[in-house]
């Protein structure tokens, strides 16, 4: 990280921020999915609520939130909502927010699959958004980031030209595929993520913000030497709880202010990637794929 060149974001950014918010689908009565408490036999009543409380409530209190700071997101979209809540996603992609394919369902992992079912999920998903919303997703990110050996290759001759799978790196890297087709390896948090974080470590809202606000401040100040990305992860059952949401609102009006003084550039996966091709294609992107 401290030996590659450098280059900038557009207007001569060093820090790109972007927020990846999960749209997911949960099968009722089957599947994976997060828990609240202890599993119970199928239908996990309790735990099933929880998560759907994110499309019914929770997504729609975060969007009046993006919409007050006018913050674009990356909308990481379970194609299964086009049939359980299609005005969900219509409600991202009026207002121009990038639909990023997601997997069917977050009930299954893409990681089960054999290569031929690996090839029809990912070329579905993507057919799916495009016939539903108008354009094909450029970018991917697994169900629960399970891939196979194949998913890089997968992905590029499907059509995709990147992935937020890997959480590796704080800057796109281009990934090596069979095809010879580039795939970008954008940045996609684990840390700043709130199933990691307010899930798996039971952390509180308020210090979870502290951590964004954290992790912010002293990206801003690396990003002087060399371009970095921050992702921030967000479900909306878990911040679209009108207590986290408040917390939330408190990191992203940082972050928004940054913006608004010229200090950040506030994006989406999808820009990133196109702002890496033209510089790649203009023989201006330093380092080899990995």
Same mark, same amino acid.
């Given at each position: 990280? /401290?030996?590659?060149?450098?280059?900038r974001?557009?207007?001569?950014?060093?820090?790109?921020?972007?927020?990846?918010?999960?749209?997911?689908?949960? %099968?009722? !009565?089957? &599947?994976l999915?997060?828990?609240?408490?202890?599993a119970?036999p199928?239908?996990?009543? =309790?735990?099933?609520?929880? $998560?759907?409380?994110?499309?019914?409530?929770?997504?729609?209190?975060?969007?009046?939130?993006?919409?007050?700071?006018?913050?674009? /997101?990356?909308?990481?979209?379970?194609?299964?909502? +086009?049939?359980?809540?299609?005005?969900?996603?219509a409600?991202?992609?009026? $207002?121009?927010?990038?639909?990023?394919?997601?997997?069917? /369902?977050?009930?299954?992992?893409q990681?089960?699959? &054999?290569?031929?079912?690996?090839?029809?999920?990912?070329?579905?998903?993507?057919?799916?958004?495009?016939?539903?919303?108008?354009? %094909?997703?450029? !970018?991917?990110?697994?169900?629960?980031?399970?891939?196979?050996?194949?998913?890089?290759d =997968?992905?590029?001759? %499907? !059509?995709y030209?990147?992935?937020?799978?890997?959480?590796?790196?704080?800057?796109?890297?281009?990934? $090596?595929?069979r095809?010879?087709?580039?795939?970008?390896?954008i940045? +996609?948090p @684990?840390?700043l993520?709130?199933?990691p974080?307010?899930?798996?470590?039971?952390?509180?809202?308020?210090?979870?913000?502290?951590?964004?606000?954290?992790?912010?401040?002293?990206? $801003?100040?690396?990003a002087?030497? @060399?371009?970095?990305?921050? !992702?921030?992860?967000?479900?909306?059952?878990l911040v679209g709880?009108?207590?986290r949401?408040?917390?939330?609102?408190?990191?992203?009006?940082?972050?928004a202010?940054?913006?608004?003084?010229?200090e950040?550039?506030?994006?989406?996966?999808?820009?990133?990637c196109?702002h890496?091709?033209?510089?790649?294609?203009?023989? @201006?992107?330093?380092?080899?794929?990995?």
């Open positions: 990280m /401290t030996r590659r060149p450098g280059y974001w557009p207007a001569g950014k060093g820090l790109a921020v972007y927020i990846g918010f999960n749209l997911e689908h949960f %099968a009722f !009565g089957e &599947g999915g997060a828990r609240l408490g202890p119970s199928e239908p996990d009543v =309790l735990n099933f609520s929880w $998560r759907e409380y994110g499309n019914r409530v929770g997504a729609w209190r975060c969007l009046e939130l993006f919409d007050q700071l006018g913050l674009p /997101t990356g909308a990481l979209v379970n194609t299964a909502l +086009y049939e359980h809540c299609p005005e969900l996603v409600a991202f992609a009026a $207002r121009g927010d990038e639909l990023i394919g997601h997997g069917h /369902t977050n009930a299954a992992r990681s089960d699959l &054999g290569e031929h079912a690996e090839a029809l999920l990912l070329a579905g998903c993507r057919e799916r958004i495009a016939t539903g919303s108008g354009t %094909a997703p450029a !970018g991917w990110l697994s169900p629960w980031i399970s891939e196979s050996r194949l998913t890089p =997968l992905l590029a001759e %499907a !059509g030209r990147y992935t937020l799978n890997w959480c590796h790196d704080d800057q796109p890297l281009p990934m $090596r595929t095809s010879g087709r580039r795939l970008w390896s940045p +996609y @684990q840390e993520n709130d199933i974080m307010l899930v798996g470590r039971a952390m509180d809202a308020a210090p979870f913000t502290d951590m964004i606000i954290d992790n912010f401040d002293e990206m $801003r100040e690396q002087m030497r @060399q371009p970095l990305v921050m !992702g921030i992860a967000l479900h909306p059952y709880q009108p207590y949401l408040r917390h939330l609102r408190r990191a992203l009006r940082h972050i202010a940054a913006r608004d003084r010229g950040i550039w506030f994006t989406t996966p999808g820009a990133i196109q890496l091709d033209a510089l790649a294609e203009a023989g @201006q992107f330093p380092g080899d794929a990995a």
